[in-house]
């Protein structure tokens, strides 16, 4: 990841979750206005096989539902979660996550016409072109943002959240009952055979997982990490005037910025502690 990054880091798109919104304020416009040309938008595989490409990038603004009071405080929501975990990752690699589920959603939309074909192979044309455009509308960016949230309930697990604006709870709690919830969707959805939602939640767990196996986003219960810290700790009691935290990539502390996060790292060998802006973007120490 480190060497794509030096490589093709320069192109990353900052602020990536706010043109995701806006990509869905297109969608909500355009169904206000003209809704039936969101039918000509969405990601219909058997439509793009027949020609109409242009929908592997236009269902990026078909929005999953209808505009309501509800819609903008979710949408502030997940632009604020999307916004700590690109400062927390770094542009590139929050890139990679949110492009990935997109990928792999697009992929899901065309296994699922497989999946299609494969059951009832008589399918004709006509019947597998109103199937496929009517299951096309479970293919928006809705489970890719849903797999936001689930990045960020493993990247700061003790965070709390106001459910319902009043009762405090920690986002790891929220979390695990939203993947279950996914979970039992997804298994909803294939036993009343609706493939095409199956394959929209598939492709959001899918990309959450390659992110859960990959990352260093569970140093909180690594046991060297413990025992790293503690040691770290013991150090600053014997010498009172060493810094508490800081980073060994910039070298800025907990004095220069007392809002910064600092973590340690369970891949380098030795003590190596990063802010939130390096934890994820630097070289491991060998």
């Given amino acids: 990841m480190?060497?794509?990054?030096k490589k093709f880091g320069r192109y990353a798109l900052s602020n990536l979750t706010l043109k995701l919104?806006?990509?869905?304020?297109?969608?909500?416009?355009?169904?206000?206005?003209?809704p039936f040309v969101l039918n000509y938008l969405t990601l219909d595989p058997y439509a793009i096989l027949h020609g109409q490409i242009w929908r592997l990038v236009t269902w990026l603004v078909?929005?999953?539902?209808s505009f309501d009071f509800l819609t903008i405080i979710m949408l502030f929501f997940y632009w604020s979660l999307g916004t700590q975990l690109e400062r927390v990752w770094g542009v590139w690699r929050y890139n990679v996550y949110i492009f990935t589920g997109i990928f792999l959603t697009i992929i899901g939309s065309f296994l699922t016409m497989g999946i299609y074909y494969l059951v009832y192979p008589g399918l004709a044309p006509e019947l597998a072109a109103q199937v496929f455009s009517a299951g096309a509308w479970f293919f928006s960016t809705y489970y890719v943002n849903m797999s936001i949230f689930l990045a960020y309930a493993l990247t700061f697990p003790n965070n709390q959240v106001l459910l319902m604006f009043v009762i405090p709870v920690k986002v790891k709690w929220m979390g695990i009952i939203y993947g279950v919830l996914l979970v039992i969707n997804m298994i909803t959805a294939v036993g009343y055979g609706l493939w095409f939602e199956m394959a929209a939640i598939g492709a959001s767990l899918l990309n959450f997982v390659i992110y859960y196996v990959g990352t260093g986003?569970?140093?909180?219960l690594n046991p060297k990490q413990i025992k790293r810290r503690a040691e770290f700790r013991q150090d600053i009691r014997r010498n009172p005037k060493i810094t508490k935290h800081k980073c060994a990539v910039c070298g800025q502390t907990d004095q220069d910025?007392?809002?910064?996060?600092?973590?340690?790292?369970?891949k380098c060998n030795g003590n190596y502690e990063y802010c939130q802006n390096h934890l994820f973007t630097h070289v491991h120490v060998k």
């Fill in 257 to 266: 910025d007392p809002n910064l996060q600092f973590r340690f790292c369970s």
């Fill in 2 to 5: 480190s060497k794509w990054e």
């Fill in 217 to 220: 986003s569970r140093l909180h």
């Fill in 62 to 65: 078909v929005p999953p539902g």
């Fill in 21 to 34: 919104i806006l990509c869905y304020v297109v969608g909500y416009v355009l169904d206000l206005a003209a």
